[in-house]
């Protein structure tokens, strides 16, 4: 007779599996590299107030640092939305995901693992863009503004979501290579698209048969749908345009729709899982 | 011969009567700084105005086109478009229904049009002003007309005695005295004809209007909804005018921003009251139809008219920290150009002397090296919501700016290091006699 195979809680195999998945993007050099260029970016925006400064003699910034905070969150939120689309293709790529179905895990907990460990591991790097920015702000004389704790804890909510999405994109792949092209792809549409809008805005329109003119209405359009859409507006509602001005219902309603957003595409995501199965396979 | 035909028809067939447009609400509103009449086709749906100011309701038919370049809907509003004539109802949210019956007004400019503030002048009041405005108008343009009369006589008799001082005469006669009397002042203000409307000042809060006509009817498309909003909250602005650029003042209207300074000049801090708005109705009150501002959260702070009187016993507490280091005044000031090479300028206290000179601006002054961390108007009862923090800063050059950027990779690589060198000191105990076994491998573990 054999024994009965001992029963492990979903919530401890959620655990190990976002243990794992923490130790395995915080011991590469990858996440520092990735928190080193978002505060470089950072600084790089600060200049612009720092020579205003220089050349004036006065200034007076409602804050400073709403810009640069917004930049480095992003490109830190970039990074991670790509180790989640690598890590989960390589998943299936090395063999790891068949491995690991043969245990106590299942989609849900495969993705919710995947998916707090990378949290985590974003949360880790927190403390690292907090105290790089205070020697920027011991540097440059400009204060940090007192809402930057609460951007920085609300910004896991949608980081949680750019990460959803990186894996939700990455179940469709077998390759790492695959993965990585097709989240490079969306992500230029989804940044790129809200960027050549306000391009455009400033392009001085003279007649209304002009091909701008089309242009203009069509990014605008795509613009509404990517506001309600795209993972790194959610990131830019929440903190750029909620808490760093003090307007907390939109920062409110930034973190109740990336949740539920993020709720939905982890479904998306198990249920792809599911149909598509474990097992290696080509594209 | 199929042309002529089809020229003949169309000849026979009595003309298309023209459409009649659609209703368009075309109220005179205002900022608080200045009037402007908006234009509310139907589809720039409900209609906003400010609080607590007279609002002059005007509805006429005009046609409306869709204008692409800026995405709204435009109306051929023009004084020559027919007016709806009804009687205006505002229903508020209790369901009281107000009729607002046309008065007569005209829109007063006391200082001139795009100077200062304008008033509507309603009722019985505005046929006094208009008439008032004339007579007044007219006077000052006899007395322009008079005046020029005198200096073209004057010029006139100059001519003539330089034309009798060239003949070189014996006796020439005494050159006419000198022509001294003054240009009188201009007259700048400006009063618009006096018309009748439904004018009515709202408290804040959600109605609907609509116009009934004469014979007790609702008009068709003049139902609409109104939101009449007030500022949130009221505050002390400033403009800063650092003293070695004087005409690139600097404002700070949120109480909320702190003012960074290098310290290397005076600043000169003029008090202005501002009020606080829901950004999304202070832009769709002179822009129904803009596609900026959709977030109905943020706020903006605007300055209002009634500016600071500058003969006002106002001053600015200091402080350092906790402690209060002093109080400056507000004062006029005056700026004077240095004469010379350097062709700078100075900015002296100004003292009335009795000529027509006057002040170029009305603020306090804080003297350069004064050590301070924030500023406060005394007596915050008139202005309030005043503080405002000042750090003064020398920033760091800018490459010192990204040595804290590369601290993640500092801290990688020690951690890095560390992590390695417990390694290889593990393997060196593992390699002693009575440790692990030759043919360990050593290095990274893939």
Known sequence: ?283 | MLRRLIAAAALALPLPALAEGEVVYWPLVTDGTEYRRIAYPPQAGGLVVLADTTVVFDVRRADVNYWPITREHLSDVTRGSPVVAGTLEIVDEAGTVTGIVPEAYLLWYPEGVGAGQAEVVRGERAAQVYESYLAAARAAADALRDHQRLVAEHHAAVEAWLKIAATRPAQLPPPPPEFTIPEPEPYNAFATAPEAAPIVSLRPGRYTIRLRDPAGGLVPGTERHLTAFAPLTRGTGFVIRPGDRWTQPVISFSPEATVYATGRTDLYLQPVPVAKYVARDFTRLFRPQSHDVVDPFLTLWVPELSGVDPAADISLTLWNGTEQVGTRALAPFRVTQTTGRSLGYVIEEFRPGGGTLAPDFTAIKLDRGTALTRVALAGGGQLPDSERHIREVVPAAGWALFVPALLPLFLALNVKAVARRRRQSALKLAGAPGGAAPGVVRGKQG
């Open chain 1, 1 to 283: 007779m054999t024994p009965a195979p001992r029963h492990v809680p979903a919530a401890r195999t959620v655990a190990v599996l976002a243990r794992r998945e923490a130790a395995a993007a915080l011991g590469g050099f990858g996440v520092y590299i990735a928190t080193t260029v978002a505060l470089v970016a950072a600084v790089w925006l600060l200049l612009v107030d720092v020579r205003a400064l220089d050349v004036a003699g006065i200034l007076v910034p409602v804050d400073p640092y709403r810009a640069p905070l917004d930049v480095a969150l992003l490109v830190l939120a970039l990074f991670f939305a790509v180790s989640a689309a690598v890590s989960t293709a390589r998943d299936r790529a090395s063999g790891t995901l068949e491995v690991l179905f043969y245990g106590p895990v299942d989609e849900t907990t495969y993705l919710l693992g995947k998916l707090v460990g990378l949290i985590v591991a974003y949360a880790v790097t927190l403390p690292l863009v907090a105290a790089g920015l205070f020697g920027v702000a011991l540097l440059s004389g400009f204060a940090l503004p007192g809402t930057l704790p609460a951007s920085l804890v609300l910004s896991l909510v949608p980081a949680g979501m750019v990460v959803g999405f990186g894996i939700l994109l990455a179940i469709g792949t077998s390759r790492v290579r695959s993965a990585v092209l097709v989240l490079g792809v969306v992500a230029f549409v989804m940044l790129g698209a809200a960027a050549a809008n306000s391009i455009v805005l400033m392009v001085p329109i003279d007649h209304p048969s002009s091909p701008v003119l089309a242009l203009r209405d069509a990014l605008a359009g795509v613009n509404a749908v990517l506001h309600w859409v795209s993972p790194f507006a959610y990131m830019q509602r929440i903190v750029g345009e909620g808490v760093a001005i003090g307007a907390w219902q939109t920062a409110g309603i930034g973190v109740a729709g990336a949740l539920v957003a993020t709720c939905v595409m982890l479904a998306l995501a198990a249920a792809w899982l599911r149909w598509r199965g474990v097992q290696r396979g080509g594209e």
